[in-house]
């Protein structure tokens, strides 16, 4: 991208959970943006630093570890949460309610819920008050109440619609002492990444985006959003996900 649009120049964005399909390119492509100064590559894995892009280890999302990482981060203007979790070894989305278990759904709305929560009680004092800001996290159309009419992955349609739920409540409170901020949730749309992977039998070829073409849709998002969408979700077009 050569320019992210409707910001100043000189800016620093910081991405949390860079290692991961959509969040790499997310750093990719705001690292090549001409008015950007320093991408925060924030992940529990040890990344490559490169032009522009400064890799910040997080092997543990204490409180501790983020009020460390809040403390050496200059102000910022835009935060981007692209973590989340669906499936792993242990982890499957839940295709019946007799799958539901109380370890399953810690873990799936700790990664989903609680920590963009954490980034965002750590990350919204250091975003610029004086201008436009964005703090996105990264949610997802199953998260929608009134758009689920397939049933199942119980835990992942909850932990994305609470926090859908988080992110509103964030941006009411953020925005009584930052006008021009904009707090949102975003929809990538299906991106070929290991998120995906074990689903994508039945995805139509060219609705299944690689995670370079998601981002690039979803920075679109971030340069057209107005202090007015503050609280709201997006998918990758544009068009508003509603709750
Ligand atoms: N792919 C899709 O089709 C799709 C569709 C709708 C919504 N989404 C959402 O888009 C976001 C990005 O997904 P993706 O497709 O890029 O997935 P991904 O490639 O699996 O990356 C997810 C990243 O989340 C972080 N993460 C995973 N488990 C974690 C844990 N236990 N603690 C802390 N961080 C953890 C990791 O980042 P680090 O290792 O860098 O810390 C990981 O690389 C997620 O919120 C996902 O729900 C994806």
Not at 47 to 64: A, F, T
Not at 69 to 75: F, H, M, N, Q, Y
Not at 190 to 203: A, E, G, R
Request: charged share 20%.
């Amino acid at each position: 991208m050569p320019r992210l649009e409707g910001f100043s120049d000189n800016i620093n964005v910081a991405v949390f959970g860079a290692s991961g399909g959509v969040g790499s390119a997310l750093v990719d492509n705001l690292a090549h943006a001409v008015n950007i100064n320093t991408v925060y590559a924030v992940s529990r894995t040890s990344l490559n630093g490169g032009k522009g892009i400064v890799p910040i280890n997080c092997s543990d999302y204490s409180e501790e570890r983020l009020a460390s990482i809040a403390a050496e981060l200059p102000d910022l203007d835009v935060v981007i949460c692209a973590m989340g979790i669906l499936h792993d070894n242990n982890l499957a989305p839940e295709k019946s309610r007799s799958q539901i278990s109380m370890p399953n759904m810690q873990r799936v709305f700790e990664v989903n819920t609680f920590l963009p929560a954490l980034i965002a009680k750590h990350m919204l004092p250091k975003l610029t008050k004086d201008r436009k800001s964005v703090f996105a996290a990264l949610s997802a159309r199953v998260g929608s109440i009134s758009d689920n009419r397939l049933g199942g992955w119980y835990s992942y349609r909850a932990s994305k619609a609470a926090l859908n739920m988080m992110l509103k409540t964030l941006a009411i409170e953020h925005g009584r002492r930052a006008k021009n901020s904009v707090v949102i949730g975003l929809h990538p749309g299906t991106v070929d990444t290991n998120l995906s992977k074990p689903f994508q039998t039945n995805v139509a070829k060219e609705k299944l985006f690689a995670p370079d073409f998601s981002a690039a849709r979803l920075l679109d998002v971030v340069e057209k959003v107005e202090p007015s969408d503050t609280g709201k979700i997006f998918a990758w077009d544009g068009q508003e996900i509603l709750p």
